[in-house]
């Protein structure tokens, strides 16, 4: 059993930063790997980014060079810095967390993230 919580967004103006945490707790588990979502209104949900037990990276082509996941395992922790923000990355945006022995992700409740112009 895994709760994951995502807090850190808000509203900022185009061309400015914003950082989102994900924590993750419960009883006894051991994080794999780490994700963020994002779904618009009128749009499916979508990958961001992802991170590894060994910090290896992976994101979306619409948010690099921009965005970087990074994470603190002892406190199992990951996080998801957005810089150069658009309109177009306003969104809900979804912690994903993965732990060793179940085959499903663990999902947060979502944190609101608005970009105006």
């Known amino acids: 059993q895994v709760q994951v919580v995502e807090s850190g967004g808000g509203l900022v103006q185009a061309g400015g930063s914003l950082r989102l945490s994900c924590a993750a707790s419960?009883?006894?588990?051991?994080?794999?790997?780490m994700g963020w979502y994002r779904q618009a209104p009128g749009k499916q949900r979508e990958l961001v980014a992802t991170?590894?037990?060994?910090?290896?990276?992976n994101y979306a082509d619409s948010v690099k060079g921009r965005f970087t996941i990074s994470r603190d395992n002892a406190k199992n922790t990951v996080y998801l810095q957005m810089n150069s923000l658009k309109p177009e990355d306003t969104a809900v945006y979804y912690c994903?967390?993965?732990?060793?022995?179940?085959?499903?992700?663990?999902w947060g409740q979502g944190t609101q993230v608005t970009v105006s112009s």
């Open positions: 994903n967390v993965f732990v060793s022995g179940i085959l499903h992700g663990y």
């Open positions: 419960g009883s006894g588990f051991s994080i794999n790997v």
């Open positions: 991170i590894t037990r060994g910090r290896s990276t």
